[in-house]
């Protein structure tokens, strides 16, 4: 029998235009682009509050916002991200301008705040320099439950610290983070990926170990092992999972700096107490990282709660631990679990793109995951705050006025509720009452002409009119009881 393969991204493609195709004809409607989405107000408050946290967040720990573009030179990606990741093979959305420059979507962060960083001189200022940003990125992924094209991470960078505590300063605030907005059974797991003097040994032992093993990878892996060996780690494929369970660990081959700089790092996230979980197959797939690279999951599923995992100390990069062949990977490493984010330290990419040796350390959550887990978890989103007032108006006068006098109560900072549309009195008092406003505040063509308003309490129905130019104050002290 003939063996047919088709690639993988063909099928993609077809049915990605299929699917393109399929919602046009179905509906004759626009519907917003695959892998994307719409954030409507009552969802916004959810996202308001996170964001106003990771704003409090990183301000406290001196964090200063930067917004970068939202799309930069092609290049910046290619030699920043690694020519050779999933991000630029695959994943890209780039385009050439009229005027021929190669730009593409930002698909992370990093590189361009490190292009930010040079092309500002912050590398004048006292270092480190800690920035922050929260945006949109673009990948053309496979869009699934939490995988958008088009999604928000809030992301940290500490640029020019190479102490270990840098590391865990980055990691503990996620952690507090995701701490105040309510996450629970967040877990974290580092591994170290060595610096420029042990990666290549222990490069060359993966590649000798994988090369009479590669018939029974996925296509990919037989790419990575060419390309880019250490992405062979981090394959979800199960068969190639199969195959990694006797590789070479990272751990095992660090050199004395970077196992140094890995036992400071698990020693201050225990002065913090952030449980961890060494897993010595987490590479990241991005070039650019050096010694520590880190993710933090949630469990999808209670019963997926993962165990406080203290380590080993001969983990810590002491001894080399003995490692059986076709040894079964920790639980919680294959459950089913969200990842929400993620980072790492950089120490190279400033010498990729700036020419000048700055060690760097950041990590990015995203967003979409945050929610998804919080609404998982059994978080409700918040109702909206009630209005104090709402305004009322009868008569084409009163309807004019009533601009500035809403106008008077914004200045205020007096919340109001109108419907400025409706004629009847009536049914302009039931929404009063139907967004649970205290006081009614009535202007009728009479009020309109003898410059008072009609202060209506709710909850009694006592009426009382007030001269216009005292209302506000009369209004407030009300209010306040
Ligand atoms: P990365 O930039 O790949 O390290 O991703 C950091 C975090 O961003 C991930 O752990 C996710 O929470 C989030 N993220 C990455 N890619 C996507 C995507 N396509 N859709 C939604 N969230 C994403």
């Given at each position: 029998m003939p063996k047919f393969f088709v690639d993988p991204h063909i099928i993609f493609v077809v049915l990605d235009r299929y699917y393109n195709f399929m919602s046009k004809q179905k509906t004759n409607e626009f519907r917003s682009p695959r892998g994307t989405h719409d954030i409507l107000p009552e969802e916004e408050r959810l996202w308001d509050k996170i964001r106003q946290e990771a704003k409090e967040i990183s301000g406290f720990y001196g964090f200063g916002r930067i917004d970068t573009p939202?799309?930069?030179?092609?290049e910046l990606f290619t030699l920043g991200t690694g020519s050779v990741t999933d991000i630029v093979t695959k994943q890209m959305y780039s385009f050439r301008t009229r005027g021929g420059d190669q730009l593409?979507?930002?698909?992370?962060?990093t590189p361009p705040i490190m292009r930010a960083f040079f092309e500002h001189g912050m590398?004048?200022?006292?270092?480190?320099v800690k920035l922050y940003y929260i945006g949109q990125f673009f990948r053309h992924e496979s869009p699934?439950?939490?995988?958008?094209?088009e999604f928000n991470q809030w992301g940290l960078e500490l640029i020019g610290e190479d102490s270990p505590v840098a590391d865990a300063q980055v990691i503990q605030i996620f952690f507090v983070f995701l701490r105040e907005v309510g996450v629970k059974n967040a877990i974290l797991e580092v591994n170290s990926t060595g610096c420029q003097i042990c990666r290549p040994r222990y490069r060359s032992e993966l590649v000798a170990y994988y090369r009479p093993r590669l018939?029974?990878?996925c296509k990919d892996c037989k790419d990575r092992s060419r390309?880019?060996?250490?992405r062979l780690l981090d394959c979800k494929e199960e068969k190639c999972q199969i195959v990694r369970r006797g590789a070479p660990e990272t751990l095992d081959h660090l050199c004395d700096n970077c196992k140094n700089h890995l036992k400071l790092l698990l020693e201050f996230l225990d002065e913090v107490s952030i449980p961890y979980l060494l897993n010595p197959?987490?590479?990241?797939?991005?070039?650019?990282?050096?010694r520590t690279v880190f993710e933090i999951f949630v469990g999808?599923?209670?019963?997926?709660?993962?165990k406080e995992v203290s380590v080993d100390?001969?983990?810590?990069?002491e001894e080399n631990p003995v490692k059986e062949e076709n040894e079964a990977p920790p639980e919680s490493l294959t459950s089913k679990r969200l990842a929400l984010g993620g980072g790492g330290r950089y120490d190279n990419l400033a010498e990729i793109l700036g020419g000048k040796t700055v060690p760097a350390v950041g990590g990015a959550l995203g967003i979409e995951r945050i929610i998804l887990a919080l609404k998982a978890q059994g978080y409700k989103v918040s109702e909206p705050a009630k209005p104090k007032t709402f305004f009322v108006q009868l008569g084409e006068l009163a309807r004019k006025k009533s601009l500035p006098l809403i106008e008077e109560l914004r200045k205020a900072r007096v919340s109001v509720a109108e419907?400025?549309?409706?004629?009847s009195i009536k049914s302009q008092l039931n929404i009063a009452d139907k967004v649970g406003a205290e006081y009614a505040l009535i202007l009728g063509q009479k009020e309109a002409l003898d410059g008072t308003i009609i202060l209506r309490?709710?909850?009694?129905g006592i009426q009382e009119a007030v001269p216009q130019e005292k209302f506000i104050d009369f209004l407030k002290k009300k209010l306040k009881k």
């Open positions: 939202h799309f930069e030179h092609t593409t979507l930002r698909p992370e962060g590398f004048n200022l006292p270092q480190p699934q439950r939490g995988r958008f094209r018939k029974g990878l390309q880019n060996p250490l197959y987490l590479v990241r797939g991005l070039d650019y990282y050096t999808e599923e209670e019963k997926e709660k993962p100390s001969q983990k810590r990069g419907s400025l549309g409706r004629d309490e709710m909850s009694s």
